[in-house]
């Protein structure tokens, strides 16, 4: 068998942080052993640092980032309640298809792709929603929104805010921006593989969230006791399923990591790397696709230049040089590349060669 | 820092196959990569192998057992559909919760735990169940139930079982029993680490699915793209979610190493290792809780003896031997342990070993 071994530039997964691919191979824990319990207690401990977050209820669900949004609707929209999302790309969109899903009146509001959330026409867009909903870095167009702006402006409102592409590349504030419920995804900046969803919910949603949600998998008031409430560190637990208990342990390896390193330093490493990517891309003639102003680091959208096969390059990138990057999401699959510098992926070295390789194949 | 090595005798998780382990410590392929849809591919014609089944729709859930509990009933009960559901342990209660959550009008039938689904109860206690469901191994109890015959006594209705401690260690034929849904977890017989759910559907229940389910991110409806449509192997994938790329290479080498040894021979051993464990327990003078006649190999459960505190127990094995057992559950919490002999640990040393850990423990 021959092992691959790639270069995840695409817009997710990145190639993990060596401590968390390591964590994957240790022997594995009982999900009920007081050395695991310690180890989730840490991990929730440290996913409140990078959410930037004192919620009690700040916990890894058991699946993917996906599963978080439906987490986040799930536990707060019933039937008949009004949700406004925004929607600037991909992720926008299916929010608004799943709180519909879980009986939403939903109101959507409709931006260009590669454009950043305007904060006045989605705090107007219904008097009174019981959610309000944002991404704050879309993955599917490299687009940052100012969070901040939206909590302050935000009302009664629940904020409820993806931060799957945004948390430990770029600065994410629950607390101080006002997210009442957030949830996350593992495997872009985190630098560990996917499969868990980091969540948190603030105490106005806990208070408002729905009794008895039509999913019992994502139970917010059953997951309660399967990671422990606040103050009852290594108490008892109760079981609700079987934790995945390696990766678990990844993502316990990768926040060690990345707080070891420091979380400001983690940014400004992702910060550096997009810069010398977007800069690059530029002198070699390319032309971004996101707004400039509100251009993630960690994720840049390039446009495919003109007679030049999206797919084809994709193809040549990744059997000779064993690179991936990904193609554009919905309409703009063919016509965008997205390229993510990410977790491990955030290094000069990683935007130099994805570089290199792109003049390359593009002969320029 | 020092690496715990537990022998995982509880009921799950078991001790992963070392092929398993190897495999989540290796490079991470992207989810869209040539080489993980081929992965995927193998991964779900291996999956049919131990279903015992043709069914096109057969794919890892991404999310853990209890997940591939709440995807079977979320899209095959809606508001008003009767749903019997054999109740002889946990499990079968936490089916009825979930279908209730699903809006189904529930019908339990009771058994006495510690014994099997009778099947004429089952069968008659509702003229025309939209759905029947069942557990095939009761991992709350140690008991086997007889899907077969459930199967063969049916009549219109959809038959739902829970295969999460059976699938890999007994006899599993989802075709020749008519099993129409099933779900099972990968971290008991099928010795990888818990995180996926291994699913089956068939066309009848296809057929009479919910069109529109509650969740998004179990529609089995769109997790149809995710994973291919029969027939269009290596084809177009529908971007759905971000698979759990390590956990699905885990997952294809564990069953690789189980289908290079042979189902039979799995099964041959997960019997004698389990025939080698009661017998040595009733030798040391031990009462086993599970009817006879239908006691799984794969995880027995065991009286505390009187006058004996069962955590302690617990507690020392762990702490002396870092062998974890399980607790009983619910009503028999303390009163009843169960030992599990799963997977890459149904072995002959695992029996010796655990008991003779238990007869130091227990002065026997």
Chains 1, 2 share one sequence.
């Not at 319990?37 to 990078?50: G, K, Y």
């Not at 990671?227 to 009852?232: Q, S």
């Not at 400039?292 to 000779?320: F, H, I, N, Y």
């Amino acid at each position: 068998m021959t092992i691959l071994d790639r270069r995840l530039f695409g817009p997710g997964p990145s190639n993990p942080y060596p401590e968390a691919t390591a964590a994957l191979g240790l022997p594995l824990l009982g999900h009920l052993d007081p050395a695991f319990v310690a180890m989730m207690d840490e991990t929730c401990d440290m996913l409140r640092t990078v959410w930037g977050t004192t919620n009690a209820r700040t916990l890894p669900i058991s699946a993917t980032g996906s599963a978080g949004m439906e987490a986040a609707f799930v536990n707060t929209v019933s039937d008949g309640d009004v949700v406004v999302v925004a929607v600037n790309g991909l992720f926008g969109q299916r929010m608004a298809e799943v709180a519909r899903r879980c009986g939403g009146e939903v109101v959507e509001v409709e931006h260009a792709w590669g454009t950043p959330v305007d904060v006045d026409r989605v705090v107007s867009a219904h008097p009174h929603p019981k959610v309000i909903a944002a991404v704050h870095a879309e993955t599917s167009t490299g687009v940052r929104s100012d969070i901040a702006a939206l909590g302050a402006a935000k009302g009664d409102a629940l904020l409820l805010v993806d931060a799957v592409t945004s948390i430990a590349g770029i600065d994410l504030q629950a607390d101080a921006w006002g997210i009442d419920v957030g949830y996350a995804g593992t495997q872009k900046c985190l630098g560990v593989a996917p499969g868990l969803a980091p969540f948190t919910i603030g105490e106005r949603a806990w208070e408002r969230r729905v009794e008895k949600p039509r999913s019992w998998y994502l139970d917010l008031g059953l997951l309660g006791g399967y990671v422990g409430e606040a103050g009852t560190k290594g108490g008892a637990r109760t079981y609700h399923h079987t934790a995945p208990v390696a990766m678990v342990a990844s993502l316990h390896a990768g926040l060690t990591r990345i707080l070891e390193e420091g979380l400001p330093a983690v940014h400004a490493r992702h910060q550096q790397a997009g810069h010398l990517l977007q800069a690059g891309l530029v002198e070699m003639g390319l032309e971004l696709f996101a707004d400039a102003g509100c251009r993630l680091p960690e994720l840049t959208t390039v446009k495919v230049p003109d007679g030049v096969d999206s797919a084809a390059v994709r193809r040549e990138l990744l059997e000779r040089f064993g690179i991936e990057i990904g193609a554009g999401a919905g309409p703009y699959a063919a016509t965008v590349w997205r390229i993510g510098l990410m977790g491990h992926n955030a290094r000069p070295d990683a935007a130099l060669l994805v570089l290199a390789a792109l003049r390359d194949v593009l002969g320029r």
